[in-house]
């Protein structure tokens, strides 16, 4: 018996397919980081690790 649930409106979240990584993210909860978010300019990862083995390496103070 469900007596106790919520209807909320929007889309679903959606699930990763594929987990490469894990890791603590900027809102402090540990996530699966999906494949397609690796390597992306977008640091998802606390510590960068889902964009630091990419094969680039480019800041203003190390070079453009």
Excluded: H, W
């Excluded at 990584?21 to 980081?33: E, M, V, W």
């Amino acid at each position: 018996m469900f007596d106790d649930f919520e209807l909320v409106n929007g889309p679903c979240p959606q699930m990763p397919t594929n987990c490469s990584i894990q890791c603590d993210t900027k809102a402090g909860q540990r996530q699966c980081i999906p494949t397609s978010q690796i390597c992306d300019f977008n640091r998802d990862c606390l510590n960068g690790e889902d964009e630091r083995l990419c094969g680039y390496d480019c800041t203003f103070e190390s070079g453009l």
